[in-house]
């Protein structure tokens, strides 16, 4: 399975854009890029996910490089509720698709008021 | 659709003790994922369906794990002899297909004194 990196933890302001970077430079080209996050004492909840062009939902946005070696996930606003671990998974596509998530250790994103 | 709902939230048992853990997909799905989260380790996948078929089962740490899926709308994790170091929250997720969104459940709290 491709690897992702990403920094173990970022802070950010209420109400301030948050950029959460990814790095994946092992990605193949039919890996899907996933966003999660878990917030504390939850399980993990579905951000975003993509391919090759830049996706928008009405929870953030996702930023892929032209070469698809790292991506960027946009939170436009942050608010206190947004704190949590943001994690970055590499999905297979293609016929080798097994369709599973493996989880690395996350960005810890604090917000502060 | 009432989401994965996974049973019973919270398990403490003696060590040796068999444990069974329980999870309904979301109806529909064809995907599903147990997933166990320590401080430790994170978050891991341990298991995961397809059309009620196991399909890898690469992270099962040992004989004393096994999973069923007898029907597209019940599984179950089971742990026996249960051991202090099974202690963990353990998850289950569903999706439609592949690629698209896993949901998941709240989690079991397994405690193993």
């Known amino acids: 399975d491709a690897k992702t990196t990403q920094p173990n933890s970022m802070e950010s302001n209420e109400e301030e854009p948050v950029h959460l970077p990814c790095n994946h430079s092992t990605i193949s080209g039919t890996d899907y890029i996933h966003w999660y996050r878990q917030l504390p004492s939850q399980g993990p909840e579905y951000v975003i996910h993509g391919l090759t062009s830049n996706v928008n939902n009405r929870m953030a946005s996702l930023a892929i490089a032209e070469d698809r070696k790292s991506s960027t996930l946009i939170l436009h606003r942050a608010t206190l509720r947004d704190a949590a671990v943001y994690y970055c998974i590499l999905s297979g596509g293609g016929s080798s698709n097994t369709g599973k998530l493996i989880f690395g250790q996350g960005t810890t994103l604090q917000v502060k008021p | ?113």
């Open chain 2, 1 to 113: 659709d009432a989401g994965v709902i996974q049973s019973p939230r919270h398990e403490v048992t003696e060590m040796g003790q068999e444990v069974t853990l329980r999870c309904k997909p979301i109806s529909g799905h064809d995907y599903l994922f147990w997933y166990r989260q320590t401080m430790m380790r994170g978050l891991e996948l341990l298991i995961y369906f397809n059309n009620n078929v196991p399909i890898d089962d690469s992270g099962m740490p040992e004989d004393r794990f096994s999973a069923k899926m007898p029907n597209a709308s019940f599984s179950t994790l089971k742990i026996q002899p249960s051991e202090p170091r099974d202690s963990a929250v353990y998850f289950c997720a569903s999706s439609y297909t592949r690629n698209t969104e896993a949901f998941f459940g709240q989690g079991t709290r397994l405690t193993v004194v």
